[in-house]
């Protein structure tokens, strides 16, 4: 066993953990935290995608123990005063969701993209998100949905 102590959320947490689980395990195991899903087990969905020290990541890819001394937002945490994230209400307005097993993921990839880039073209979006994939939608609604996002930020802003 090994202890780590990370921030998730902007909490603290420390725990003893075996050498070999996965962040994503422990994200959603030790602290059910329930939004981070696991996919594929091969690191080729995104589904697990999870902001590490301000960088999209996936999970899944990532041993707890390599994430010791980090801090980690997931899904529950882009919204922590229970206002939804501009790409998450983007998602809603711009129905970028069918079953949503791969949203949350998409989402947090999404706001990694605008942090870094807040007027992403179209041509952007797609390449910032190619590491998520989505079985149902096509992607065109979810494209759609970090525009609608990008302006409603820029709007903020100006």
């Keep these: 066993m090994s ?5 998730v959320n902007q909490k603290s947490h420390s725990h003893d953990v075996e050498p070999r689980t996965l962040l994503a395990h422990y994200l959603r195991e030790q602290l059910s935290l329930t939004g981070t899903h696991i996919g594929c087990d091969t690191s080729s969905c995104g589904s697990c995608t999870v902001h590490m020290d301000g960088m999209a990541v996936k999970s899944c ?14 899904i529950e945490g882009l919204a922590p005063n229970g206002q939804l994230h501009a790409v998450q209400q983007g ?13 949350t993921g998409m989402i947090m990839a999404a706001a990694d993209l605008l942090e870094r880039n807040p007027d992403p073209s179209e041509e952007d979006i797609r390449h910032g998100l190619e590491g998520n994939f989505c079985r149902c939608t096509g992607y ?3 494209v759609r949905s970090v525009q609608w996002a990008a302006k ?4 903020l802003v100006n």
């Design 152 to 155: 409603s930020m820029s709007e």
């Design 140 to 142: 065109h609604n979810i």
């Design 61 to 74: 890819t990532i041993l707890a123990v390599q994430a010791d001394g980090s801090e980690i937002t997931t």
């Design 3 to 7: 202890k780590i102590t990370l921030k």
């Design 91 to 103: 998602f809603k307005e711009c129905h970028g969701l069918q079953c949503g097993f791969c949203t």
